[in-house]
């Protein structure tokens, strides 16, 4: 085969790769955004209390954030394709455990499954999109992963409420639960053909993984997260759960320090760790994806509880919204070269905490009509701010990662903001709710004031210099979207 033939089917391969990765985001993507529209009908279906909801809410995320690390270590090391469609085998027995679960104890359980085939999943696709692509190919590899979210947001919850307004509501959540599974298999396929297999260097001896490092920071958030979920903990089972919080927290400080000495990379890598830049990054990027997805949640759950408006209505008016993400993700380059990436995170960051802080004032003041309108406008606001930031800080982090660790770093990244979102909606949702159930228009406030105090933070830790000099780097590669020519490694 010629020079050019080797390169033709390198080419493809990638190109494969890509898509395969742009399915099963869309997949786990629309995934995540039909389980909202779902929990009104899983809950008078199987019959759930309010910690119930907040599990089915929130499982997803916690497992996410378990399967990331260690995935993303092993891709590093033996290359994406077994570890993507082993991923997306977890994630479809999950799926179909989820479609005929009995009881809600089920289905939360096969939530926790399918959240641990998306973040391995995840993992290969973030490190994919680093191993293949560079320079101004891997961003628009980025945003190209953000637009899909966005096209996902828009066709997942009309698809849900049409389902949900057409079927009986035992039958219907069932179907809205089953219709990503056959993308999976269109990932299976794609991947299976474009993404990259084991690496000629693949190291021949054991990979430590940490694995109790994983576990314990999941057992923190747990910890943390029981509080929100369960309001009625209080006396010697509040103080019980509290202090296992900071053992917990402290056996996983002692652990990694331990890991470390024995020579073995760590959870809590220090290269990745000791950079203040990769720090501050996950810390913007954690509080913005957390409040976001809180945000959301509860937004849509609320107005999903009203008589006055179906399910489909609210899809059809927040559809804007995940378009307005679509179009912010696909803009969000030119914007770096016009304003730079720095000004382009700030934008976005302060949009989103000034629209949720609208809303909360607003929510007690108007009428239920009246703010669902205002909500529906918020929402295309809201797109715009996250489709600019998404791209723009997963690329300004993952630079402070070196080259062997760049599924670690994407997966680590990842994980944190999983995190911040179990902790976050089951907190949001929590606080909607309350014990009783029931939402109100002040309940609702309360849920947005704490997103926009966690969006408020996340632009605040932007302003940080060293993350801020990070970005500029990277505006270098902007005018090469222009060129119609993309650069990858091979």
Known sequence: MTIEGAGAVRGSRTRLALWACL???FATLFDATVITYAAPAVSSSLGGSTAGVQWLLASFSLTFGLGLIPSGRLGDVYGRRLLFLVGLGIFFVGGVVAVAAPTIVVLVA???V???????ISAQVLGAIQDLYTGASRLRSLAAYTAVGGLAGVLGPVLAALLLGALPADIAWRVVLLTPLPLVIAAVVLGWRGMPGPRASAASGRVWIDLPGIVLLCLVVVALTLPV?????SGRSGLAVAGAAVLLGLALVLWEKRYARRGRLPL?????VRSRGFVVGNVVALLWFGSGMAAGSAVTLYFLLSPALSALAIALVFAPGALARLGGSL???RVV???GSSATVALGLGLQAALFAGLAVAAPLLPNGVLFVVAAAAQIGLGIGGGL????????TLSFAPAELHGVAASFLQLTQRLAATFLVALATGVLLTSSGISTAATLQAALVTCAVGSAVALVASADPVFRRAGTRAEAAVPLLDSSRSTTRT
């Open 331 to 333: 803009f969000s380059l």
């Open 110 to 112: 096969a939530r926790f």
């Open 337 to 339: 070269g016009r304003i």
């Open 114 to 120: 399918q959240g641990l085939g998306a973040g391995v």
């Open 389 to 396: 930031v998404e791209p723009v800080v997963r690329a300004t």
């Open 268 to 272: 809590f890598a220090p290269a990745l």
């Open 23 to 25: 399915a099963a985001g």
């Open 229 to 233: 979920v369960e309001p009625g903990l």
